[in-house]
């Protein structure tokens, strides 16, 4: 029974389409992530919402709109795609939401990615 | 910029020899969390190292944490091609929370 799941795990798309890419888990985690890898495999951050309350929001075009229904998953959304969108798109959950104070040492269980091809 | 530089960016090695994987900052981390990621998964964690000078063994892996926590090294010891994937280190910074990742290392072991 796969921790973090993703649908679909490749998404091949014109350029303007607009997608979305699910993602579920069932570890009862709290918060969740979404994060983009280039194509030089570099992770970066896009959202994080800890129990459907957005947390993390980093310098992402608004194209992009991330949707938590509940707190076992979380959804992105992509209008207007554009060829730069081309990339994998990771989901991830932890057990605790990442902390200003304190040292954070939460595990990210991360789920298989989703392959989006923009053409 | 990236907080977390990792080297090298590809490493390439035959079965029974030692690697070693490098991860620097200049900034401080609260901790380093060391990934593995194999062709078509998502990362999975090995270890996560919290304190200065910290050394953490997985079986034949030694991870260990800079003495002012800025910097953190992998050492494999007779690789198998198993080890093969890229090596990535994640941390917040202790200025932040969110976890940030290097570039990765990209590790062949050739049989």
């Known amino acids: 029974d796969t921790a973090v799941s993703q649908t679909p795990k490749y998404l091949v798309t014109q350029m303007g389409n607009d997608k979305s890419i699910k993602c579920e888990q069932n570890?009862?985690?709290?918060?969740m992530y979404w994060y983009k890898q280039d194509s030089k495999k570099f992770l970066k951050i896009m959202f994080s919402?800890?129990?459907?309350?957005?947390?993390i929001n980093e310098t992402v075009p608004n194209r992009f709109s991330p949707k938590s229904p509940d707190k076992a998953h979380l959804n992105l959304h992509i209008n207007s795609l554009e060829l730069g969108d081309s990339a994998v798109y990771f989901c991830?959950?932890?057990?605790?939401?990442?902390?200003?104070?304190?040292?954070?040492?939460?595990?990210?269980?991360f789920g298989e990615g989703s392959r989006l091809t923009v053409l | 910029t990236q907080l977390l530089e990792q080297s090298p960016q590809f490493l390439s090695i035959q079965e029974g020899e030692n690697l070693t994987v490098y991860c620097n900052s200049s900034?401080?981390?609260?901790?380093l969390q060391w990934y593995r990621q194999e062709p078509g998964e998502g990362p999975v964690l090995l270890v996560t190292?919290?304190?200065?000078?910290e050394v953490k063994k997985l079986k034949r892996l030694t991870f260990q944490f800079g003495d002012a926590r800025k910097d953190s090294s992998l050492h494999i010891t007779a690789a198998q091609p198993g080890d093969t994937g890229l090596y990535l280190c994640?941390?917040?910074?202790?200025?932040?929370?969110?976890?940030?990742f290097g570039a990765g290392t990209t590790v062949t072991v050739r049989a």
């Open positions: 991830a959950s932890s057990q605790s939401k990442p902390r200003t104070s304190g040292r954070w040492t939460g595990e990210l269980f």
């Open positions: 570890l009862g985690h709290d918060t």
């Open positions: 994640a941390g917040p910074p202790s200025n932040d929370y969110k976890l940030s």
């Open positions: 900034s401080v981390f609260s901790s």
């Open positions: 919402y800890n129990n459907k309350e957005l947390i």
């Open positions: 190292v919290v304190t200065g000078g």
